[in-house]
């Protein structure tokens, strides 16, 4: 009876705390004075409203929208926009809601609908090619989105099958699928992204392993490539490398 009990305890604890374990970087401070960019305000469908930091490209140049890591923030990409503006291309980072500068609760559906927003945000605004990055949670962000709007390519770093599969392997002794909120099902919806697709993951990485992106990976329709890291890891994969297979892939999708 003991066992019972303990073991329902700790199923409710996993329940009402799936969303605080799942973006833990709402719990952040307000975004850095010093920050990059230009401020934007964003509204979503919903009403709510949404910090975002955007390097405009050049005339005619493309733009990257960016969907950072769980418990990331906006204000550390300040090497991404310098990176990306030494070639013209621009750089639009958005703070999901609930996160700093921005109104709202997180939420699978609130982070899409956030994506969106910024989507239709950045195309009112700039005459260039879109494409998506997608870092960890992100990529799920970026793979729901892409497969509702057109974009010249799609960045998918550390990314995942989808949240159901890593929560069932992390808590293998509970049965997760009926009780997960926010399963970001990437598997389901990549088949719909015919635009370029580029993978980069460390095999070193144990929060999101190899083996989850290799899977998206392998369900994603062609034009795709993978680049695998032996040295990284999770939070270590940005690298000159990185920033220079992102910069040689957003030229190649960009180009009319």
């Known amino acids: 009876m003991a066992l019972a009990v303990a073991y329902a305890g700790l199923m409710a604890v996993l329940f009402f705390a799936q969303r605080a374990l799942l973006y833990p970087g709402a719990t952040g401070g307000p975004v850095s004075a010093n920050h990059w960019g230009q401020v934007a305000d964003i509204v979503t469908s919903d009403g709510e409203r949404l910090l975002a930091l955007h390097s405009p490209a050049r005339e005619g140049h493309p733009t990257v929208l960016h969907f950072h890591g769980n418990a990331d923030r906006v204000d550390r990409f300040e090497f991404l926009a310098r990176s990306l503006a030494e070639r013209g291309t621009g750089l639009l980072a958005l703070s999901y809601r609930g996160y700093p500068g921005s109104t709202g609760t997180p939420s699978e559906t609130g982070l899409i609908a956030d994506r969106i927003a910024a989507y239709d945000w950045l195309v009112s605004r700039s005459g260039g090619p879109v494409i998506l990055l997608g870092q960890s949670l992100g990529s799920g962000v970026a793979v729901a989105v892409a497969a509702e709007r057109l974009v010249a390519g799609v960045v ?11 929560a069932r392997r992390t ?4 049965p ?3 009780f997960l909120k926010d399963p970001f099902r990437s598997d389901l919806r990549i088949g719909g992204i015919d635009a370029p697709k580029l993978f980069i993951h460390g095999r070193l990485d144990t929060l999101v392993p190899v083996a989850r992106g290799a899977a998206l990976y ?7 490539r993978m680049l695998i890291l032996d040295g990284a890891g999770h939070n270590d994969i940005w ?3 990185v920033l220079r297979e992102i910069e040689g892939f957003v030229d190649e999708v960009s180009v009319p």
């Open 156 to 166: 998918l770093i550390s990314a995942y099958d989808s949240i159901l599969e890593l």
């Open 171 to 174: 808590y293998s002794f509970v």
């Open 176 to 178: 997760v699928a009926p």
């Open 218 to 224: 392998d369900a994603a329709p062609e034009p795709k």
């Open 239 to 241: 690298s000159e490398r």
